[in-house]
Structures are given as structure tokens and as C-alpha cells.
């Protein structure tokens, strides 16, 4: 996906303005994202021979009108006069920026409507610019299952009647909470496959973090898109030293921090620097605040631990969840003793919302590990790595387990 | 042809008998299968399960199709994973199979199971 050929990366960057600037001309966002293809692929093509056209955005958007057009004179003559009139009522209107154009696309794949694996493949297909094929990869499914996914999408686009506008000011904090929560699972589904047999699949992380930079341009004035930014570098700055040589995983405490991405670290802890503090913070904030005092530690002792336990303090009271906790408990250790994030352990227990995650357990026998409680530890390892639904994790936790036998 | 090569038993418990650096040889093992049949141009897929423990169980009660936790078939037959090759012969389909129990088979594994795929006629 990225392979950092100059045609294909200026194509995937000018793919959300050309579409949207189409849909808002002539709305229609299933016709004109199938224009927009053809045009990304004609240009694929004949770019690298004949060379860039001196303003490509143009290009692309003439290319696709002619094939919307195209599309429309193999449909009814009546249809066609009344498409053609509104296309010239709105060519006369003063043209929005087509930075304006891309987000309001993002705001329009990211529906609440939609289903989550259906805002996930459309926000790729229509901001990002992947093909059906390069999207079907990355989610390791059939093409035909995601080319389906994609039209049922936009077949729901097209019957729930959404315009192409910008949500509403009193809906938009809503809608732009959907939108970051879109791009960090983009994120999280190439950080930790939930499934399959390799752990990291790059080219969603990657595709996630361009995304939410070209959102972070859009909307430099918000403080949590800026956050889920840093929270992404942050966090990926650590990916070569997370797996070792046969893909296995590394814990964070094990990691060679000098295999750490530096340059990454510096922008993300810049993005959280700027932006804690002046803004009413939020949880993605928070977190890459946490994630910043991970990465700045040279050494795992080094973590300013007692700092980042007030941090998930905070965090607890802005957006509680049992993850919160259960990272609060890991964080109340290091601080006060594995007891007593044992005792914080213990107030999870009975939620629903914990059942079908390793992650209590596992964090349970690392913390009775520490505690130095062998064999009640050595049973909660194998209890999270029955839970796991990924491979890696499986072995992982299997291996702590057998070294304790 | 395609084969698939049904892999049973529990890999957690499995693991869970064994020592560390029998777990390391195991996924030393498994990486280099899946990457030689990858190389060879053979593998579909390969796919592991989670713990059976995991599992529902869906069936009518009532006339009404109903989701419960259990009562799970034996360890031994219930599958654990598989991988699907495209392969030019049953013969070498076993002859993969026979690679993974040389391995798994020592440490009481049950046996791999090698089920042709059935293919639509060829079109034309």
C-alpha cells in the first residue's frame, strides 16, 4: 500500500478532495466514488509514462466528471437533463477549499449509521484511496466479501438520503468522536491483529496515521484529534522492538528501547506537549500523555511510574472503562506493590465486559508472578492463553506459563 | 487440488504439559511450515482457533435456535485449526501432514486429518 512511489502517494493523497469535491457537485456518493476509481486508475497508469499533468487535482476531477457523465447518458434522457441542470446550478456557486471536501467524506464514511466494519472499509476505500483488493488484504478477507461490504455500504448511503454537508455544529462533537474512533480501530486492527497468525500489519497503521494527519490539517484546533495523533506515533514508534525475529511478541519491560522509532517519539511527545493544558483534555490525550512518559524512559526502571499513575487517575475520571482500570492497576503496582493492583484486579472481576478479554488474566498472573505467588500465577498465564484470540499472544502467555512449571 | 489439513485436540492444554523450549521449537517449527509453504506457492490459508473453552454452542430447543456454553465434544475431536493448501497431489498433501505430526505426534497430539476441498468444475 505504501510503496512510496511518488504517482501512487500523490494519488492516494488528492483521492478524498477529488471525490469529494464530486459528491458535493452532484451528490450521488456511490456513482461518483466508482467515477473517482477509474479516474485513480487511468491516471495509475498513464501518469508514470506521459508524467504528472501540471495540476492533477484538475485532472482527476475532469477525468471523473467525464465518466459520471458518461454513466449518466447510458441512463434515462429525463434523468440525465435534470442531473445536468444541477450540475451547472452548482458549478456557478463559490467553491468550499477541497480540504473542506475531504473531511466533510470522513464525516460522511464515518456515519453512526453505518456498521463499524462497514465505516472501517468505506473511510480506506473513499479518504484512503486503497482499492477493494489492497482493503481486502489488509482485513485478511476474500476480495468478493469485501467488494460486497463496501457496496452494502454505499447502498446505505445512498437509501438513508445523507447529504454531503458537514454535521451540524451541536452534532459535530459527536460525529468527530466517531471519526477518531474510526481511525484508531483503522489503527489498533493493523497494531494487534485480533486474529491470524502474524501480529502487526503495518500498512493499516501506517494508512491510520496518514489519515488522522490529514485530519489533524483540517482541524488543527482540536485538542483530541492532535492527542489520538501523538497516541498513534507514540505508540507505533515501538513496533520493530515489539515482536522479535520469529514474530513472537516482546513485553514493553523487555523491549530494546533503542530500536525505538526517535523520530516518532520527539513529534508525538511535541503534538502532546502542545496540546495538553490548553484545551479541555480528553481521552486520547490522556493516553498519549501516558505513552509519551513510556517512550521517554531510557530504560524500563527509568518509568516515571507514580506520574503515570495519576495520569490513569485522571483518565478514570474522564472516560471510565474497565481497560482504564485494569492499566491503572498495572500502573498502582509499580508503584505501591503488586498487592495492591491485585486488590484494584479484584474490583473487575465480576464485569460482564471483561469476560471475553485475556487481558484481566493476564495482567493477573503477571502482577501474582511479581508477587511471588508461582503457581496461582502460572494458572492465570494459561487461563488468558485459552482466552486469546491471537496466536502470538497464545504462545506467549504459554511460555510464561511453562517457565513457572 | 486443494486439501485441508485439520489440525485437533486443544493447543492450549497441549502446551500447557510441555516446557518452554519444547513451545519455543513448536512455533520455530510452525513459522518455518508456514513460510516454506508459502515459498512453495502452496499455502491458502492457515488458520488457528481459539480455545475450545471459547466456544458456543447453537442448537433448536424449543424450536427456537439458542446460544449456550457448552457441552463441547471431546478435546480430542474438537478442531484446533487448519491450514489449506493447493497441492499437486494427495500424496504430497500427507506428505505435509506427516511434517506436523513427526512433531505434534510425540507429545500425545491426535492425528492430522487430510480432506480434499471439493472444487467446482473447471470453467470454460
Redesign the interface.
Known sequence: MTTGAPVEDLLRELAPRVLGTLVRRHGQFDACEDAVQEALLSAALQWPKEGIPENPRAWLVSVASRRLVDEWRSQSARRRREETAGVLDLAGQSEPSDADDALTLLFLCCHPSLSAPSQLALTLRAVGGLTTAEIATAFLVPEATMAQRISRAKQSIKSSGLGFALPPDEERADRLRVVLQVLYLIFNEGYTTSAGPTLQRTDLTSEAIRLTRLLLQVLPEEGETAGLLALMLLTDARRAARTDADGSVVPLAEQQRDRWNAAQIVEGIALVTRTLGKRPVGPYQLQAAIAAVHDEAATAEATDWPQILAIYHVLEQVSPSPVVTLNRAVALAMVNGPRAGLALLGTLDGDERMQHTHRLESVRAHLLELAGETAAARESYQRAARRTASIPEQRYLALRAARLA | MKYMLMMFGS???M??Q???EW??EM??F??TL?SDLTRSGELVA???L??G??AKRVSLQNGIPVATDGPFAEAKESIVGYWMVDVESEARAIEIASRVVAFIGPVGAPPLEVRQVADAPPEV
Open positions: 493447543q492450549a492444554s502446551m500447557e510441555q516446557s518452554p513451545i519455543r512455533i520455530d510452525m513459522h508456514n492457515a488458520v488457528g481459539t480455545d473453552t471459547q
